[in-house]
């Protein structure tokens, strides 16, 4: 059985910065894509990082680039998303998620998907 585990989430002001982590098991880690998405209430979840299985591509939307880094270590796999420079707009839940197709950033392309972890940055 699949599962993502998120962790690293919390309360933090303008400005400060929080690093994420997701431990899969049951999965090939190696072999996925992995992705971060968020999701605030009343919105719809947003595509926020990618990286390929080789942690050799990434890719981020502007709304986030310059400030989040996503990293992964296969060997203990795991995915991390390190968010700089935060901003209240940043609040809302963070998903991890893996997927067998490359450079997608579309959450329909995502099959597994953790439980979220809480953000709040407060201004």
């Known amino acids: 059985q699949v599962q993502l585990v998120e962790s690293g989430g919390g309360l933090v002001q303008t400005g400060g910065s929080l690093r994420l982590s997701c431990a899969d098991s049951?999965?090939?880690?190696?072999?996925?894509?992995m992705a971060w998405f968020r999701q605030a209430p009343g919105k719809e979840r947003e595509f926020v990082a990618r990286?390929?299985?080789?942690?050799?591509?990434?890719s981020y939307p502007n709304s986030v680039k310059g400030r989040f880094t996503v990293s992964r270590d296969n060997t203990k796999s795991t995915v991390y998303l390190q968010m700089n420079s935060l901003k209240p707009d940043d609040t809302a839940v963070y998903y991890c998620?893996?997927?067998?197709?490359?450079?997608?950033?579309?959450?329909?392309?995502?099959?597994?998907w953790g439980q979220g972890t809480q953000v709040t940055v407060s201004s």
């Open positions: 990286i390929n299985y080789s942690g050799t591509s990434t």
């Open positions: 049951g999965l090939t880690f190696s072999s996925y894509t």
């Open positions: 998620a893996a997927s067998q197709f490359s450079y997608v950033t579309s959450p329909r392309d995502y099959r597994y």
